[in-house]
């Protein structure tokens, strides 16, 4: 596992920071909610084996810039098409965690003509659940509490605790050390208030209010996969049997002793199944024709979505 370097370009006047690496058919990978490339970094070189490989910081995330601006998914999904653009990538396999999923699959509907393959890890946009921690950034007061969390002593302490919970190996804890980034990114009010505007676009006190249930007909002329953790703490691994539901033809994979990151837990395997599902179907073939026949069909299937499903849905 190398240090990647991190690259810069400046799109509509804001800075992004990416990660390229290998060569061959390009697969762009979205990180989650509060993190950064970085959270690629065990399976970055394995992928690039076979693949050339795009990690962005998204915006208000990481490196890049944390401007007042459109944190919506589908301004992130703008955001990645412009980014190809200016790196001269014309069609990749969209590759989404968590958050990054949600945008993963906005990407994939606003932009399919640049879209081969679509893979979604413990994605959001699958149901209403998401864990409690998450719906509090939507809280009044968030951003004052969390700078009082975050405080030098305050937050050094806080980053050894979790630290050390995590070291314990405890399946509750497995995660930690990836919440303890997150946490000691909050130091910045920037950081702060980017992520608050990104949760509050997705996430009310009800759950996500994101869902991909209205829209998953169109999976039909695209590849898709899934792959969960099956000790998920932070979005349900159910969600993945919702996209089983919702796209009879993706591939569902969930992997034992895995939590909300499975590509950190099990690095090779998560890069086995990348490799296997691109290299064993076809990437998408953009047909105009097509794409409105599945327009013009498609309401008559958005409605046997599963009950959790509509009411996801319902809240958007």
């Given at each position: 596992m190398?240090?990647?370097?991190?690259?810069?370009?400046?799109?509509?006047g804001?800075?992004?920071?990416?990660?390229?690496?290998?060569?061959?058919?390009?697969?762009?990978?979205?990180?989650?909610?509060?993190?950064?490339?970085t959270t690629?970094?065990?399976?970055?070189?394995?992928?690039?084996?076979?693949?050339?490989?795009i990690?962005?910081?998204?915006?208000?995330?990481?490196?890049?810039?944390?401007?007042?601006?459109?944190?919506?998914?589908?301004?992130?999904?703008?955001?990645?098409?412009?980014?190809?653009?200016?790196?001269?990538?014309?069609?990749?396999?969209?590759?989404g965690?968590?958050?990054?999923?949600?945008?993963?699959?906005?990407?994939?509907?606003?932009?399919?003509?640049?879209?081969?393959?679509?893979?979604?890890?413990?994605s959001g946009?699958?149901?209403?659940?998401?864990?409690?921690?998450?719906?509090?950034?939507?809280?009044?007061g968030?951003?004052?509490?969390?700078?009082a969390?975050?405080?030098?002593?305050?937050?050094h302490?806080?980053?050894?605790?979790?630290?050390?919970?995590?070291?314990t190996?405890?399946?509750a804890?497995?995660?930690?050390?990836?919440?303890?980034?997150?946490?000691?990114?909050?130091?910045?009010?920037?950081?702060?208030?980017?992520?608050?505007?990104v949760?509050?676009?997705?996430?009310?006190?009800?759950?996500?209010?994101?869902?991909?249930?209205?829209?998953?007909?169109?999976?039909?002329?695209?590849?898709m996969?899934?792959?969960?953790?099956?000790?998920?703490?932070v979005?349900?691994?159910?969600?993945?049997?919702?996209?089983?539901?919702?796209?009879?033809?993706?591939?569902?994979?969930?992997?034992p002793?895995?939590?909300?990151?499975?590509?950190?837990?099990?690095?090779?395997?998560?890069?086995?199944?990348?490799?296997?599902?691109?290299?064993?179907?076809?990437?998408?073939v953009?047909?105009?024709?097509?794409?409105?026949?599945?327009l013009r069909?498609?309401?008559?299937?958005?409605?046997?979505?599963?009950?959790?499903?509509?009411?996801g849905?319902?809240?958007?």
């Open positions: 190398s240090e990647h370097e991190v690259q810069y370009v400046t799109v509509h804001h800075r992004r920071a990416f990660v390229r690496a290998g060569s061959g058919p390009a697969l762009l990978l979205l990180h989650g909610l509060g993190c950064d490339h690629w970094t065990p399976v970055i070189d394995r992928l690039a084996r076979h693949h050339t490989v990690a962005p910081d998204l915006l208000g995330h990481g490196r890049s810039d944390k401007p007042r601006a459109d944190y919506s998914v589908g301004g992130y999904a703008n955001g990645m098409r412009d980014l190809l653009t200016v790196l001269g990538v014309d069609r990749v396999t969209v590759v965690h968590s958050f990054g999923g949600g945008v993963a699959m906005q990407f994939a509907y606003q932009f399919p003509e640049r879209t081969e393959r679509l893979l979604l890890v413990a946009g699958l149901g209403p659940e998401v864990s409690p921690a998450i719906r509090a950034i939507t809280a009044p968030f951003h004052q509490v969390m700078g969390l975050t405080l030098p002593g305050v937050r302490a806080g980053v050894i605790g979790l630290k050390a919970l995590r070291a190996g405890l399946k804890t497995r995660d930690l050390d990836e919440v303890a980034t997150i946490y000691d990114s909050f130091a910045d009010p920037q950081t702060r208030t980017a992520i608050r505007h949760v509050r676009a997705v996430v009310d006190w009800r759950g996500q209010v994101v869902t991909m249930a209205d829209r998953a007909y169109l999976t039909d002329a695209m590849p996969a899934v792959v969960w953790g099956a000790d998920d703490r979005i349900p691994a159910r969600h993945a049997e919702n996209a089983a539901f919702l796209a009879p033809k993706a591939r569902v994979e969930i992997l002793d895995a939590g909300h990151f499975p590509h950190k837990d099990h690095p090779e395997r998560f890069a086995r199944i990348v490799h296997d599902f691109v290299r064993t179907t076809q990437p998408a953009y047909s105009r024709a097509r794409w409105r026949s599945l069909s498609g309401d008559q299937g958005a409605v046997t979505a599963p009950l959790g499903l509509v009411e849905a319902a809240g958007a």
